[in-house]
């Protein structure tokens, strides 16, 4: 299984709740139309806190927070290889590329985007 990671910040101007909305209720759409059948699962991670060096953190103990620059981190995960290519051949498809690039341009910083494709392993426990 392969796992997509996009990494993402919202326009400056826009508030959180703002970027969500428009995440979840117009991409969230798209994506969904155009490399739904493709996706095994698609989950987007609203960040509330982060704690930088969590291990020298003493036990027992909340260091405070402080704001992650990513507003979302977003999880796609496709059975293999093809299922991927496939995923970039329609994000770069002449016709529906611009509908994607439309719609991110009213939420997203698009240069700050960071997209990482991974190999997830998960431990038996």
């Known amino acids: 299984m392969i796992k997509i990671i996009f990494l993402l910040k919202r326009r400056p101007g826009m508030t959180p709740a703002q970027f ?15 490399i739904g059948h493709l ?4 989950r987007r ?3 509330i806190s982060a704690v930088k060096n969590p291990s020298n ?8 927070a402080y ?10 995960w496709v059975k293999d290889q ?6 970039g051949r329609i994000f770069n498809d002449p016709k ?13 910083d698009r240069p700050e985007a960071i997209m990482i494709v991974s190999e997830e392993v998960t431990s038996q426990a």
């Open 20 to 34: 969500r909305e428009h995440y979840e209720n117009s991409h969230v759409k798209l994506a969904d139309k155009y």
């Open 39 to 42: 996706l095994v699962d698609y």
């Open 45 to 47: 991670n609203y960040p």
């Open 57 to 64: 953190v003493p036990p027992g103990t909340i260091p405070p």
């Open 67 to 76: 704001q992650t620059e990513y507003d979302a981190i977003t999880e796609m």
């Open 82 to 87: 093809a299922a991927l290519e496939e995923v």
């Open 96 to 108: 529906i590329n611009p509908i994607l690039v439309e719609d991110e341009l009213k939420f997203l």
